[in-house]
Nanobody, 123 residues
Framework: QVQLVESGGGRVQPGGSLRLSCAAS????????MGWYRQAPGKERELVAH???????NYVNSVTGRFIISRDNGKNTVYLQMNSLKPEDTAVYYC?????????????????WGQGTLVTVSA
């Protein structure tokens, strides 16, 4: 019904930058909060950045001042600009969205996840 497709991952040297994108598609009435999570090898998934429908943002302490989350509501897309990347930022990054989906003649609240995109920070 609703899909999130991420792009923009890859390998970058320490100090470099990457921009992740996540586009939502399907039978969408509206999207509330959106966020980026990451999971490093051997670690639990953690929230990296979060943005509300009104574009209020919050970040995990370790990325504050380096990462910027933004969204384009007209395109149902959320972005994560990652600057001054460090080796400890290496992880699979997942997009997440709280979606109001159209199901038949009704609306249904869904939490949707993307498939993940790998970010590797290494010299």
């Amino acid at each position: 019904q609703v899909q999130l497709v991420e792009s923009g991952g890859g390998r970058v040297q320490p100090g470099g930058s990457l921009r992740l994108s996540c586009a939502a598609s399907g039978s969408i009435f509206s999207i509330n909060a959106m966020g980026w999570y990451r999971q490093a090898p051997g670690k639990e998934r953690e929230l990296v950045a979060h943005i509300t429908s009104g574009s209020r943002t919050n970040y995990v302490n370790s990325v504050t001042g380096r990462f910027i989350i933004s969204r384009d509501n007209g395109k149902n897309t959320v972005y994560l600009q990652m600057n001054s990347l460090k080796p400890e930022d290496t992880a699979v990054y997942y997009c997440n969205a709280d979606v109001v989906a159209i199901v038949g003649l009704t609306e249904r609240y869904l939490e949707v996840w993307g498939q993940g995109t790998l970010v590797t920070v290494s010299a």
